[in-house]
């Protein structure tokens, strides 16, 4: 698949296969051919997903339920201006199969995050009026009979953002902001640690092994040099004499 490359230098695909599987919903799935507008508009999305807690996975004794539904909210009004300040650029008209941005991003939040904010605002909405004054919301939030309820559907919908994240970031050709600062991206490839490696500073360890290598290296091929010299010195002579 040829690609093209942004103003970084790093590689975009001319067409990406999308598939996502949304609650209550089933699986969608189509080619991206992207134009450059959809491009500008999936990065700034992109962005948006990669900075909130709506991408971060919640641990059970992790997070604020509240905080997740208010940042699923917030999303709407985040794809609503992006979808505005581009226009129709990012919703081009595409035959069967075909994925563009507007219907991605629209899809993913009439289909996966309308559902749940309509469902659960509301009730949870209720539940924290009767907190008492002196309770701590979170543990109020957490004695909710609701709650466990309410964190694994937000890890369903969690799972269909990031999949939008990772087809955004492709078409963008950003790294993935997704994944922890020190984990290499892309992942080094058989060997070229090793080669890193070779090419660290003198002043390391490395250096010192590297340096211990060569002289070996160099002993071996003197030693080796000053046989063979030896060999061919002592062949003369013989032939010398025996002429």
Request: hydrophobic residues 40%; positive net charge.
């Amino acid at each position: 698949m040829r690609r093209i490359r942004n103003a970084a230098g790093r590689a975009r695909p001319k067409q990406v296969t999308v598939r996502l599987t949304i609650p209550m919903l089933g699986e969608i799935s189509g080619v991206w051919e992207p134009v450059e507008a959809e491009r500008k508009a999936a990065w700034e999305l992109y962005a948006e997903l990669a900075t909130r807690v709506t991408t971060v996975e919640l641990g059970p004794d992790e997070g604020f339920l509240r905080e997740a539904l208010s940042s699923f909210y917030s999303l709407f009004g985040t794809t609503r201006d992006i979808l505005r300040r581009y226009g129709p650029g990012v919703a081009p008209r595409r035959g069967p199969g075909g994925i563009t941005f507007g219907a991605l991003a629209v899809t993913v939040l009439n289909q996966a995050l309308r559902p749940l904010l309509a469902t659960w605002h509301v009730r949870l909405a209720a539940y924290e009026a009767t907190r008492p004054a002196d309770v701590d919301p979170v543990a109020h939030e957490r004695a909710w009979e609701h709650a466990e309820t309410l964190r694994a559907e937000i890890a369903q919908v969690r799972e269909v953002l990031v999949a939008l994240a990772n087809a955004l970031a492709e078409v963008a050709g950003s790294a993935d902001l997704l994944r922890p600062a020190t984990m290499p991206y892309p992942p080094p490839e058989a060997g070229r640690v090793d080669v890193t490696r070779r090419c660290q500073g003198a002043g390391g360890r490395s250096g010192v092994s590297r340096s211990r290598r060569a002289s070996a290296v160099c002993r071996s091929r003197s030693c080796g040099g000053t046989r063979s010299h030896a060999a061919r010195a002592v062949s003369r002579r013989s032939v010398r004499t025996s002429a």
